[in-house]
């Protein structure tokens, strides 16, 4: 069929060894799985206030995100991958943001988009309901600053979360492998 | 009808009110015990008929309270603002929300922000803040050290 | 969370719509009673986004509170910052110079032109037609290219200050906007091709929701939606502030009150506001963008009250001052609020897809409502 000739090294890991017949590719399970899953993250469509705005923006064509492979947005937490937590969340919102990470089944990553998420935000001081950073309330692995970020910053924070989960390094697999080696 | 014009009509209808002086629009002081029975009049006399309340709400002058209302006409497009003054260790005041639906939610969210009790409202409890939130977070001396970071 | 959800003894169910939910533009929780499909009952739980802005805006001084407005409504975030300049400026007794109230409502106009834009989409959307929200995103990203090489941002643009705008127009915003109404002037009759006039759509709005105008009066309500139902109340044309009262555009009403007609209102207004830019755009008067003030402003004792016509409604801003260099009290009056209210009555006795397209037509943001 030809695989060698489409097969790039830098896209699918594995290495060719040569044979006679033609080739064959080498390599390890879990650099296939993470490569397999970083390729199609699907998002949970989770906006609270202006973030949301952009986050639609990446979705729609000038700046697609399905590119990328997130192709569909699922709109209930129980068919999701990436939850982008798009916007302020406040006191009577936390614990609804906690049971919708927990009814997101493994393996999960989380984005905290804009600077309200990251730490609150505009909303810092003298404010009574913000909650300063939506990291107190659920793990986060890539924060992107900005308020609100443009639309590429989001891609390129999509682009990174692909590479943390090729590199192994986000909290799911880092607490997975410790439950390996302990 | 003109500022004057307003003025001169109110002091027929209920002459122990106080008028204040300055700011675009004609500024009334009621008593908040006659607060009713003034606005069902605005509503209901031909010449005024302010039928559209577009603003309500409570400033906290440290020593009382001051409930602030904004009234206009569709059909002859006047102003006006109606101040009621209350007290502020026990505040009450008559409701509004049977001649105004819009009202009802407007209130709701004084008696979240401010504590003050509206008397026969049909469903008086909390809007914005979470149920079992404590204290009323618009009044100057509502201290919070744990979500308050101050500047 | 709410203790009562879950079967009544009358048969009734008693289900959660939200906080998290596509179809309702943002974090709304409805608590609907119902019979069978058959909605009984209504109501709304609010404060899933409520950021304390007026006890913040208590401390942050008449320059610094504009920022934080343009979050409150994103989508007209250029007319939230322009009734707060306005109310300062009333108190300040400043005049602000010609340019400047021209640039003024061309920003106006763009931001109500791609708020509607994104309204249209996102209703499309929710009734399940997808692809109308990629052409609404295909005019709103020119406009908001517009909007960055002016002032600096997409969304959030702090751009009017009390006095006048804060920069100067782009070399190319002319030609920009000339190329925008000619590309918009094209597309605007895919929007009646795609979805007005499709027999489905008009089958699922059309005496869905209907708001009578007495009623529409007492809940308070504002901008289209009262429109729609015959009441007159463009504070553009009524009281008019910077230079609407030289203009010449129409208010559109219709009598009907319901979805289909607060849709056809919205359609009509955008092409009121491309005939208000088309009237300004060529005839920017020369001059200062921006009045002489201090830098720290004062605003002398007393109250003062604006209001604005914004996509959704009349906003208005009620500043008390004590002379100092902070507010007193800040009370944003915000036409989300008063139309949210009017749901209830909207929706009694209709079913749940009735209910979508009831909210989708009423244009709601949550962060409006809950400030």
């Known amino acids: 069929m030809g695989m060698n000739e489409k097969l790039d090294k830098e896209d699918f890991p594995g290495k060719i060894h040569e044979t006679a017949g033609g080739g064959i590719v080498l390599s390890k399970l879990d650099d296939v799985i993470n490569w397999a899953r970083s390729n199609s993250l699907w998002p949970l469509t989770f906006a609270t206030s202006c973030c949301g705005i952009e986050m639609m923006s990446v979705a729609s064509a000038k700046y697609d995100f399905s590119r990328f492979g997130f192709e569909v947005a699922r709109a209930t937490p129980r068919q999701a991958d990436v939850i982008i937590i798009a916007g302020t969340i406040v006191n009577k919102m936390a614990p609804v943001l906690r049971r919708l990470y927990d009814q997101m089944a493994d393996p999960k990553y989380v984005i905290a988009m804009g600077a309200c998420a990251i730490s609150g935000g505009p909303f810092f001081y003298n404010t009574y309901s913000v909650v300063k950073g939506a990291d107190h309330v659920i793990p986060v692995d890539v924060y992107i600053p900005g308020c609100p970020p443009r639309p590429e910053a989001l891609l390129h924070a999509l682009i990174t979360l692909q590479g943390k989960i090729k590199a192994g390094l986000t909290r799911e697999q880092i607490k997975e492998s410790s439950y390996l080696n302990p | ?151 | 969370m709410i203790e009562e959800i879950g079967r009544t003894t009358e048969g009734d169910l008693i289900i959660n719509v939200g906080p998290q939910h596509p179809a309702t533009h943002g974090v709304l929780h409805l608590v609907i009673t119902l019979n069978g499909e058959t909605i009984k009952k209504v109501e709304p739980h609010l404060g899933y986004i409520h950021r304390s802005i007026e006890k913040m805006c208590e401390s942050l001084s008449y320059r610094q509170f504009i920022y934080v407005t343009s979050r409150m409504d994103y989508l007209s975030s250029h007319i939230n910052n322009h009734g707060c300049a306005l109310c300062v400026e009333k108190g300040l007794q400043v005049e602000v110079p010609k340019r400047a109230q021209y640039i003024r409502v061309i920003m106006d106009e763009l931001t109500r032109i791609a708020s509607h834009e994104l309204w249209w989409g996102a209703m499309a959307m929710d009734l399940g037609a997808f692809t109308p929200f990629f052409h609404a995103f295909r005019e709103r990203e020119t406009i908001t290219d517009i909007m960055e090489k002016t002032c600096g941002a997409r969304l959030t643009m702090n751009y009017m200050v009390p006095g006048g705008v804060m920069a100067e127009l782009h070399h190319d915003f002319q030609k920009d906007v000339k190329q925008f109404i000619q590309l918009y002037k094209s597309k605007f009759e895919e929007y009646n091709e795609l979805v007005t006039g499709n027999v489905i759509f008009q089958n699922r709005m059309k005496s869905v929701g209907t708001l009578s105008k007495e009623d529409a009066i007492s809940y308070g309500c504002s901008g289209p939606v009262a429109r729609a139902s015959g009441v007159s109340c463009d504070i553009r044309k009524l009281y008019p502030y910077d230079i609407y009262n030289i203009l010449d555009f129409e208010e559109i009403t219709a009598t009907a009150g319901d979805s289909f007609a607060r849709y056809v209102v919205r359609l009509k207004e955008m092409q009121q506001s491309i005939r208000i830019i088309e009237q300004l755009l060529d005839n920017i008067p020369e001059g200062e963008y921006q009045a002489k003030t201090k830098a720290v402003l004062k605003l002398p004792k007393g109250e003062f009250y604006q209001r604005v016509e914004t996509a959704r409604g009349e906003l208005g801003v009620y500043i008390v001052s004590e002379g100092g260099t902070t507010p007193y009290r800040i009370k944003f009056r915000s036409p989300g609020f008063s139309n949210l209210s009017a749901l209830e009555h909207m929706v009694k006795g209709l079913k749940i897809g009735d209910l979508v397209a009831a909210m989708g037509s009423l244009d709601l943001v949550i962060p409006d409502i809950d400030r």
């Open chain 2, 1 to 151: 009808m003109l500022k004057e014009d307003l003025k001169l009509k109110l002091t027929d209808i209920l002459p122990p009110i106080g008028f204040e002086e300055g700011g675009e629009w004609l500024n009334v002081n009621v008593p908040s015990g006659e607060l009713k029975a003034f606005v069902l009049q605005l509503r209901s006399d031909p010449d005024l008929l302010m039928d559209y309340l577009f603003c309500l709400t409570c400033v906290d002058w440290k020593t009382h309270f001051t409930m602030v209302y904004h009234f206009s006409s569709t059909r002859y497009r006047h102003n006006i603002v109606v101040k009621a003054k209350i007290d502020r260790t026990n505040p009450e005041i008559e409701t509004v929300s049977d001649i105004w639906r819009t009202a009802e939610m407007l209130e709701r969210e004084v008696y979240d922000l401010f504590g003050v009790k509206f008397l026969h409202h049909p469903d008086l409890r909390r809007l914005i803040m979470p149920d079992d939130w404590e204290g009323w977070p618009l009044r100057k001396d509502f201290e919070d050290p744990v979500n308050m970071i101050r500047l």
